[in-house]
């Protein structure tokens, strides 16, 4: 099992910028792919962002795609998440998660199987 701790939520006017940070303890950083999703009140908790466990390969939503960059250093046991030019409908509660060592990052919340306590992040218009 991996520990995630997010931080680096907050208020934030539209066309700011934000960074998440996720911090993992526990069992070897590098033998898991790396998630971010969101939930929105009311709404599906939905895929934002992964990153490969070597961090050479990541994927994006499209509701995301050029605006925010997923990050990981490995040496720190630590995940990323720039947020830029935000949007009112990115506000949601924002959260980090561990998943299997596969090619490619899952973008199905199932197949995540350690999560953070998440992190608030509003986007005012």
């Known amino acids: 099992q991996v520990q995630l701790v997010e931080s680096g939520g907050g208020l934030v006017q539209a066309g700011g910028s934000l960074r998440l940070s996720c911090a993992a303890s526990?069992?070897?950083?590098?033998?898991?792919?790396l998630g971010w999703f969101r939930q929105a009140p009311g709404k599906e908790r939905e895929f934002v962002a992964g990153?490969?466990?070597?961090?050479?390969?990541?994927n994006y939503a499209d509701s995301v795609k050029g605006r925010f960059t997923i990050s990981r250093d490995n040496a720190k046991n630590m995940v990323y998440l720039q947020m830029n030019s935000l949007k009112p409908e990115d506000t949601a509660v924002y959260y980090c998660?561990?998943?299997?060592?596969?090619?490619?990052?899952?973008?199905?919340?199932?197949?995540?199987?350690?999560w953070g306590q998440g992190t608030q992040v509003t986007v005012s218009s």
């Open positions: 998660a561990a998943g299997s060592m596969t090619v490619y990052p899952s973008v199905n919340k199932y197949h995540y199987a350690d």
């Open positions: 990153i490969r466990w070597s961090g050479g390969y990541t």
């Open positions: 526990g069992r070897t950083f590098t033998n898991y792919n």
